[in-house]
């Protein structure tokens, strides 16, 4: 079982919610997947509307825990008006924080993303930082009170799967008691697979799924991959070897060669 | 039978269109001042259900492909033939093959056979799908020939607030956006778009840029017009373009060609299109109304599929047309 924020949830699958080709697809893709969070970006026009946000309410009706996010926001202000509206719009503390630094590559502005945690956790709230894989930046935002990280593994929606895998394993290894989430970067159930392996506690995942050729088929087949990852890592892997060795017994030959 | 069709954008006006060929009396009532005042006017007029099936449902296509025989006969001279073109950065290349094994109807160009096809475009993509059996017309010029056509066959034109008092046996509510908050599960997603002018530049049909964050198209008008379009945002605020949008609109058509750089803006605009869980079209029933609603971004293309299903609905119904159809 996997606790974020004194939350207990069995699936270790967070979903994205954006970029479905419709909201039902979307609704069948959370089903398949059995994720019991989504992330829900919140741009300031689609609240202005007289209904309320009639796709809220479908994400709403989901039925599922929902992590506003503050995806877009360039800026420390931007973010943290962002997640104070997410906080309205979705009555949660919890927020996954993004403070983008460049426009093309879409990689965290750590140095805003640190500072807008610290005064989102200040004003109460639970965040989900999206970061890189550098250790002291996720130091820092340990003490700006996250108790979550969440490294990308690529620039998000680029589908590389893990460009850096050193990285991962040495973050992983800097951060054994926090709970880490890879987001972004993901394209294929073996990618997820593969972080799983090196012990990550879960994966976030939205274009990977949303611009798959069939979204709710992609969903089942990440979160079959995740589980089979997690699983995996708790049966202890092996570690790779530059030479052969052979899986039967060579014992009791006659020769050995 | 007298049947009172309300709202007189692409759905009600199309309606309005195939129950007045099957011989039905109709009364049209829009509160507007007058036709394609809502998401209708900003539509991009492209009859292109191949490419539109990258995202779309199946009956998007099997429904879709109708479309352009419809308009032809309804409106002779109106729709253009030409196909779709659709282009990638070199960046986003692999967009382009993903759009391929997403659709049909396609083939490949190379850039000799791109430039054959539109000459200000020679040089600038390696290569582009081609959707040969695809259409487009110009939305307004489709929504004015339409209410000039029903008007010279008498049918009647109601216009401002109130709900048409004219005597009527059944209703056809066709107005879309406004539905939304009455209908269950009907929700609006923005579109906004903007027009340029140029003659620097001159396309031939609809070009559609891919890119992972910003697809765009671009339609050509008359008189050195073209439409850039449009945004999809989960929102039923109708508030002008943000700077947002225009910014990455104008950005993605540049990118199709700098020629769009020095063009003239001319006009921006912002349509609320009704969309239900599914993103397809719907003819629902309540009483003696007859509701047409979801269009979503499709309404020049299903519109008129959806028109002759309240048409079978209406005469299935024991309703006799007021006159012999025409």
């Keep these: 079982m996997l606790k974020v924020y004194d ?21 069948e893709a959370v089903r398949r997947s059995k994720t019991e969070i989504v992330t829900v970006s919140l741009r300031r026009e689609t609240s202005g509307g007289k209904s309320g946000g009639a796709f809220f309410e479908l994400i709403r009706d989901l039925g599922v825990r929902v992590l506003p996010n503050t995806a877009g926001c360039h800026s420390v202000k931007e973010a943290v008006l962002t997640a104070k509206m997410a906080r309205d719009v979705f009555r949660t503390d919890w927020i996954k924080l993004e403070v983008i630094g460049h426009h093309d590559t879409l990689q965290p502005d750590v140095f805003g993303l640190v ?16 970061t890189t894989d550098d250790l002291v930046v996720a130091e820092r935002l340990l003490e700006a009170g996250c108790r979550v990280l969440m490294p990308w593994c690529a620039p998000i929606g680029s589908a590389m799967g893990p460009v850096n895998p050193t990285a991962l394993k040495s973050f992983r290894a800097h951060f054994p008691d926090v709970p880490l989430i890879v987001d972004a970067g993901i394209g294929r159930p073996s990618h997820a697979a593969e972080v799983m392996e090196r012990g990550y506690d879960a994966v976030l995942l939205n274009t990977a799924v949303a611009g798959a050729g069939d979204p709710a088929a992609m969903a089942e087949a990440f979160a079959l991959a995740i589980a089979a990852g997690r699983l995996a890592h708790k049966a202890v892997p092996l570690e790779p070897r530059d030479m052969a060795v052979p899986s039967t017994p060579v014992i009791g030959k006659a020769v050995f060669s | 039978m007298r049947i009172l069709v309300k709202g007189a954008g692409v759905a009600g006006l199309t309606v309005a269109w195939q129950l007045y060929r099957h011989g039905f009396d109709v009364t049209i009532h829009e509160r507007a001042e007058k036709v394609g005042q809502g998401a209708s006017g900003f539509a991009g007029g492209m009859l292109a259900p191949w490419c539109e099936r990258e995202s779309a449902e199946e009956p998007v296509l099997t429904l879709g492909r109708l479309a352009a025989d419809w308009w032809e006969a309804a409106l002779p001279g109106h729709v253009q033939r030409r196909g779709t073109l659709v282009v990638a950065g070199g960046r986003d290349a692999g967009e382009l093959d993903r759009f391929a094994r997403r659709t049909s109807g396609w083939e490949w160009l190379d850039e000799q056979a791109i430039a054959a096809l539109e000459p200000n475009l020679a040089g600038r993509f390696r290569k582009a799908l081609f959707f ?10 489709a929504l004015s020939a339409l209410t000039a056509g029903l008007e010279e066959a008498r049918m009647r034109f109601l216009f401002g607030p109130g709900d048409g008092a004219a005597h009527h046996d059944r209703v056809v509510d066709c107005t879309g956006a406004a ?16 027009r340029l002018e140029t003659s620097d530049i001159s396309l031939s049909r609809p070009v559609r840029l891919l890119h992972p964050r910003h697809p765009i198209y671009i339609v050509p008008r008359e008189r050195n017009h073209f439409m850039v379009g449009a945004t999809m945002i989960e929102s039923d605020d109708a508030g002008p373009i943000t700077a947002r949008s225009l910014m990455e609109l104008l950005n993605a058509a540049y990118a199709l060609h700098p020629a769009f750089g020095e063009a003239r803006l001319v006009d921006t605009g912002a349509g609320i299109r009704p969309a239900y869980p599914d993103n397809l079209p719907q003819v629902t029933e309540e009483g003696d109304t007859l509701h047409v609603n979801g269009l979503y971004r499709h309404g020049f293309l299903l ?6 299903e309240v048409a079978r609905r209406l005469l299935a119904g024991h309703a006799q047309p007021e006159r012999m159809a025409s």
Excluded: C, W
């Design chain 1, 7 to 27: 939350i207990d949830v069995q699936s270790r699958l967070l979903l994205g919610t954006a970029r479905y080709p419709s909201p039902s697809i979307l609704a």
């Design chain 2, 303 to 308: 519109a008129p599929a959806m028109a002759g």
């Design chain 2, 132 to 141: 040969r059996q695809e259409a487009h017309l110009d939305p307004r010029k």
């Design chain 1, 115 to 130: 500072e807008a945690a610290r005064i989102l956790t200040g004003e109460g709230f639970k965040v989900f930082p999206y």
């Design chain 2, 179 to 194: 539905r939304i908050g009455h209908v269950p599960n009907l929700r609006g997603v923005r579109g906004e778009m903007l």
